[in-house]
């Protein structure tokens, strides 16, 4: 393929390029590439060449006109009118066709530069894995496709973040409806996903028969509480170091007997016995050991009247072990919950999953995808709602040992557990406006991502910046299209406003 010349540098400023155009190249499409972008544009790569044959690459981060800065002169023929302000981004090797990001050689000053051709371009989006999962494509050129490392992208935790109707779930729906259909592999594969479902989106999505789906209603969730450990039950009825653990330990003691389950209900009783014993036993009267222990016990009786919670922690068994050890590659739990109702239904089901993947060696790799994460994982939230987000930051940091990742998906970034968001390797960004999230965004992009923060607020429905460990080269995509496409779509207000004839 021909190299297309463009101009020539004429500053070289740390990783920063300034180059003047000297070519008619304005207007000029590339045509031959089936590429409807200009040659010079925002964000796309120009190269140079360098004395060992290799090639440095940089990415357009700013075009403006020369004339902005000198005094206008009608006598003098202007030449090299446009310039560019371009960063740069890593070495390519011509003879081996491979990239590394990364510069450690310089171009020199009135080295000539070029548009980088898709031969080139294709090479930087590369990626080194046994698979390679498609998942977009270049908002450049729809013929070159954007590739993700799986294990990195569904193993090591992704964030998929962007404002509301940016096309968030439809991107969770369009990635695992790839491991079927656009994955390369030699085998079927059979994951394991669970799908916390806030807004009853996701099953539209696979109804396909490629997929072994089940779909479990709130009022089938089951966790019972007694997979909880001492030191969690203290912390799942708000228990006291000083008096309140050590009676509570007593009782659940007491009530187990040997085994692991016992009636929930029965724990005030139980705690009224202990605390009558021990004021016939020492110094200190019953009023006074009621008074210690009588947070403790309200906390309890809450949660023992609250009907909300029968189906939950009344339960005297659980299926979720079932149906994690079955054959459904999809599980959908419908989670509208109330605030303090799915915040204990966060711990216990994350305790459940949790040492499930510890005690079951030949477990498959789970997947845990939390639609409206920010509802579950809320940085800020008050201490009567933490109960969720304690397990959550434990998978997130340790989970990957016993086969278990994250995919957060949320419209708040900002509003996210940062021990959640700290421990993902890979993001996709869709349009963020907000400019608390943006700030927040700004933290997660690298160095070398910082100048596509101007360009989220901008991008279309389905567009989005991808960064991290699991792509070749930060960049904006066109997510591919999921099909069928998740409940998702914008309401129809004025139509169902419209009176029936």
Known sequence: MTDVKIGKILRIEGLSLLIQITEDVSDRLLIHDDCSDFLVSINRLVY????????VIAKIAKIFDKSLFVKEDLFRVPEGKYLLDAKLIGIYDNYLKHFDSGINTFPIIGSEVYAVNNVIYNTVLEISSK???????SYHNRN?????????????HLAIIGNTGTGKTCTVASIIQGLKRRLNQENKIKPKILIFDSNKEYERAFKSPEFKVKCIKKEEIKLPHYYLNYHEYYKFVGASQGVQAPVLKEAIASLRNGQIKFDFAQLPETIIEIIREKAQNNNFNYNQWYGWVSTMLNRIQQLIDDER??????ATDTDLEEMLSGDDEILIFETDFDRDVLDVVMFLFCKILYKW?????????ILLILEEA????????SDDYKLGNYYIERIAREGRKFGLSLVVSSQRPSELSKTILSQCNSFIIHRITNRLDLEFITKLLTIDDKDLLNIIPGLEKQYAV???????????????????????????????????E
């Open 48 to 55: 140079s060449k360098l004395p060992s044959g290799k090639i």
């Open 309 to 314: 919670f029968d189906s939950i922690i009344q």
């Open 357 to 365: 993947t510890q005690d079951n060696e030949s477990r498959k790799n």
């Open 374 to 381: 920010h509802r579950y994982i809320n940085e800020d939230e």
């Open 144 to 156: 070159i496709k954007i590739f993700a490392n799986p294990d990195i992208l569904l193993g090591k």
């Open 466 to 500: 991808i960064t991290g460990e699991a792509f070749g080269y930060s960049d904006i995509t066109r997510i591919l299209t999921a099909e069928p496409t998740p409940k998702s779509d914008d309401p129809k207000v004025i139509d169902s406003w419209m009176e029936s």
């Open 131 to 137: 698979y390679k999962l498609e998942i977009a494509e």
